[in-house]
């Protein structure tokens, strides 16, 4: 794989189809969308199958210079992998999902689907700081359009308040950008990475991030965009939205915030936890009042979204590694419950939860296949978010034992509310005849979830399949952070910073112990 520009060309099929879809027929549309992303499903299986998980931290580089300091550069680690996967696994089911329930319009809905592909696909593999910025903000314009265009009732408010909300955090980000450059010299990640920035700057630096990055996961209280985004969008928009937009705010953490800005990222270490705790505790309990389906999904995804920020604001191995595993695993199980809502909101045409009831008598496979992705949500041993979750906690219990026991009750609640959900619709007396005449899954819809089930279960039996690649970047990135770290309980201050070298000193005298 030496020199073939596979990420390139990752990004150039879902392009062509894009442009083929605005001239074809509807049904013409559907196909070209369907099979650019499986085309891309097929490369992306290549990409992981040559990815050398103990070669060179930065693999299948590119690099063209544009203009200036402009360049197409492109490169992956483990933990860019992991989620372009996750993209290219997701797209073809979100254009499955649309197959029937988008009829006008066609040609221009799927030639979004396959722009939005090239723009995450291009997030995750940018080398390049601008580059970065150029396709993080692109991809909300094809979102805006699949909310505004084919979204709900409300559509318009929605998409305007999704739109305004990403777009005024990430303007600081940019201004904080230009910054960086001027300092370094550079627009290379990989270098900017391994800078060291003034600690005194490196707080206003976080910070212009964070405005971006938080609103993006989203973090409380920025996330009133995300309930409203996904009652209006259309089941494969909330789909692709919860599988892989919101991963974008935990992967500029990643890539960004903690490695170059070690040190504002321990001082400020509080914030994020605080943000963290509230938003696990208080949107569990709103998710617990829902009366809409979508809603109550929607909220789940932000307290989950809140293990992810303090797993990796835990600075350490486990909390970095249980971050990741519950945005994979979050990535999958969000899609698929939303893609539940979707299977019966086309049958009854609603979403108002007291509109079912019974559903296990008349639709056993739905009630079965929901039942797993209910129970995978909840983070059940041997699914997807359990080895996530678990991570993460065992992660902030070593930094903070507090911390880790307010989310801990967010995995309670979780519980309360999924299985409150389940009950709901799959059990009880069929009071609603519409309901109790619904068929059970097509083959489409099971050919759109059997494959998620097969992953969530694949995740949570043998996580270390994802872990693998990633373990490397993360122990990279862990001794980044160490010198800063903050210490745990012990320290009174809790974002306290380590005294400067001191993560040396210990590194050096464990590795005189092991002599």
Known sequence: MDGFPILSLMMAVPMAGAIACLFAGANGARWIALIAT???????IVLWANFDQGGLQWQFQEYHPIFGRFAWALGIDGIALMLIALTVFLMPICIGASWQAITKRVGEYMAAFLFMEVLMIGVFAAQDLYLFYVMFEAGLIPMYLIIGIWGGADRIYASYKFFLYTLLGSVLMLIAMMWMVHEAGTTEIPALMAYDFDPQVQTWLFLAFFASFAVKMPMWPVHTWLPDAHVQAPTAGSVILAG???????YGFIRFSLPMFPEASAQLAWLVWGLSMVAVVYTSLVALVQSDMKKLIAYSSVAHMAIVTVGLFAFNQAGIEGAMMVMLGHGLVSGALFLCVGVIYDRLHTREINRYGGLSINMPKYAVLFLLFTMASV????TSNFVGEFLSLMGIYQASSWVALVCTTGIILGAAYMLYLYRRIAYGEQVNADAAAMPDLSAREIALLAPIAAAVLWMGVYPESFLAPMRSDIRALEARLAPAAPAGDSQI????PKPAGEGHHEEAAAHGEAH
């Open 493 to 496: 201050k809790m974002g306290a």
């Open 38 to 44: 499986l085309v891309d499903l097929v490369l992306g």
């Open 244 to 250: 892989v937009l919101l991963k974008m705010g935990g």
């Open 379 to 382: 983070g059940l041993p041997g």
